[in-house]
């Protein structure tokens, strides 16, 4: 999608292994997410940043930590790789509150853990 | 905590028909509600936003309506098209913040 980038698209890790997803965006959005989609769950929220170095857990973070030391690059990193773990991530951003922009999804990453 | 449910799970319809899709959710104080459509293996595409204060929002062929008191939102699309095949997910923000909980969608199918 415009404006927003995910690195990288598929991905093939070993258990016990650390991983680190990359999202870039252009857009100077304060926000950002990462979510998981998962067949029978569908999305759900794993961390999110409202602004440098600010982030905050969501409702499955456990196995996952994220950094933002810029406001264009949010990084989600699986510590030690499960089977479990195995999905695709997605990255979202979206701008001010006061003005309702809304989310903008990036194309996602498959990530499987072997 | 915020739940979104989406009815039907899947539907199938022939091409030309006008259909509508349902989303439903808990707490009421939401300040917009997006649509998004996703074609298989790709990521989200937004479709409409409906701010809290509005009642509809037009797309083109699509149009959506909330209504906050009852905790509802639909998505109508008209004369449905082949190219209309894909998931359609709706999702709110929770707890006043700016995270969205999402719908585990609706799969549409449309027959030529």
């Known amino acids: 999608d415009a404006g927003i980038t995910q690195s990288p698209r598929h991905k093939v890790t070993e258990t016990g292994t650390p991983v680190t997803l990359r999202c870039h965006q252009t857009?100077?959005?304060?926000?950002m997410y990462w979510y998981r989609q998962d067949p029978g769950h569908g999305l759900r929220l794993i961390h999110y940043s409202y602004g440098v170095k600010d982030t905050d857990k969501g409702e499955v973070s456990d196995g996952y930590s994220v950094s933002r030391s810029k406001t264009e690059d949010f990084l989600l990193t699986l510590e030690s790789a499960t089977s479990s773990q195995t999905s695709v991530y997605f990255c979202?951003?979206?701008?001010?509150?006061?003005?309702?922009?809304?989310?903008?999804f990036g194309s996602g990453t498959r990530l499987t853990v072997v | 905590k915020q739940e979104v449910t989406q009815i039907p799970a899947a539907l199938s319809v022939p091409e030309g028909e006008n259909l509508v899709l349902n989303c439903s959710f808990t707490?009421?104080?939401?300040?917009?509600l997006q649509w998004f459509r996703q074609d298989p293996g790709k990521g989200l595409t937004s479709l409409l936003l409906?701010?809290?204060?509005?009642r509809e929002q037009t797309s083109g062929r699509l149009n959506a309506s909330l209504d906050k008191s009852s905790g509802r939102s639909t998505l109508y699309i008209a004369a449905s098209q082949p190219g209309d095949s894909a998931t359609y997910l709706c999702?709110?923000?929770?707890?006043?913040?700016?995270?969205?909980?999402f719908g585990k969608g609706t799969k549409l199918t449309v027959n030529p």
């Open positions: 409906i701010q809290s204060s509005q």
């Open positions: 999702a709110v923000p929770t707890g006043g913040s700016e995270k969205l909980v």
């Open positions: 707490d009421s104080a939401i300040y917009n």
């Open positions: 857009e100077n959005h304060r926000y």
């Open positions: 979202a951003i979206s701008g001010r509150r006061v003005t309702n922009y809304g989310y903008t």
